[in-house]
C-alpha cells in the first residue's frame, strides 16, 4: 500500500487579479495621466516606488520588524495588518498601472486584486533569520529584474492589443500577473518577514 504524495501547502502570501473581459480603450489611451493623483498618494505613503513593490517603506518595515523578531521575539498584529493592508493597496495601484483593470485603486476595497498574507506564528519563525533575508534573496532580485523587463514589454503591446480589440491578451496578461505574484512572495519573505519558506522560482 503506497501513500498518497504530501502536498505542499500554500505560500505565505498570495496574489490573483480577475481576467477583465471587456476593457475601456478610452481609460486605457489616458492611463498615464489618470494615474497621477493615485501615484502621488502612493507616494507620499511609501516614499516613491509603491505602485510596484510596495515601496522604500517596506525596508523601514523590514528593518525594524527584523530587531522586533530578533530581540523581543514578537510581531505585533497591528504592525502586521500596517504591512499587509499598505502591500494591498500598492497591489491595485500596480494592477492598474499595467492595465489589468480598469477600476481605479480603492484604499479599501478589494476590488478584482485577491491578495492574502498570513499573519505569522512567531514561535515557529527563526528569530535571527530575518537579518539575512534580504540577502538570501538576491537571486531572486537578479531573475525578477529580467522579468520586469519582460512584462514592461508585455503592458506595452497588451497597450496596444486593447486599444485595437478591447481585451488583454490572457498570456500576457497571465504572465504580468506571475510577475507580480512572484514579486509579492520575495517581499513577504524578505521585507514583511512572515514566512521562513524560502519563495519557489515560478510564475505560478
Given amino acids: 500500500m503506497t501513500s498518497a504524495p504530501a502536498t505542499l501547502e500554500p505560500y505565505a502570501a ?6 477583465p473581459e471587456k476593457l475601456n480603450r478610452l481609460t486605457t ?3 498615464l495621466v489618470w494615474i497621477i493623483p493615485i501615484v502621488v498618494v502612493i507616494g507620499l505613503i511609501s516614499g516613491g516606488d509603491g505602485a510596484r ?3 522604500s517603506i517596506l525596508g523601514g518595515l523590514a528593518v525594524a520588524t527584523a530587531l522586533m523578531l530578533a530581540v523581543r521575539v514578537v510581531y505585533p498584529r497591528w504592525w502586521f495588518d500596517f504591512g499587509r493592508e499598505l502591500t494591498r493597496f500598492s497591489a491595485r495601484v500596480g494592477a492598474y498601472s499595467a492595465l489589468l ?3 481605479l485603486p480603492s484604499t479599501v476595497e478589494e476590488q478584482s486584486v485577491h491578495l492574502e498574507i498570513d499573519y505569522p506564528d512567531v514561535k515557529r519563525l527563526n ?6 533575508k534580504w540577502l538570501l534573496a538576491i537571486p531572486h532580485y537578479v531573475v525578477l529584474a529580467f522579468l520586469w523587463i519582460g512584462a514592461a514589454v508585455a503592458i506595452v503591446t497588451a497597450w ?4 485595437i480589440t478591447g481585451r488583454y491578451p490572457r498570456p500576457l496578461f497571465a504572465y504580468v500577473v506571475g510577475v507580480a505574484r512572484w514579486t509579492l ?3 513577504a519573505y524578505a521585507w514583511l518577514l512572515v514566512t ?3 519563495p519557489p522560482f515560478t510564475l505560478k
Fill in 14 to 19: 498570495r496574489l490573483s487579479i480577475d481576467y
Fill in 29 to 31: 489611451l489616458l492611463r
Fill in 53 to 55: 513593490t510596495g515601496g
Fill in 101 to 103: 483593470t480598469d477600476q
Fill in 127 to 132: 528569530r535571527w533569520l530575518p537579518l539575512v
Fill in 160 to 163: 496596444f492589443a486593447i486599444l
Fill in 185 to 187: 512572495r520575495v517581499n
Fill in 196 to 198: 521562513d519558506r524560502y
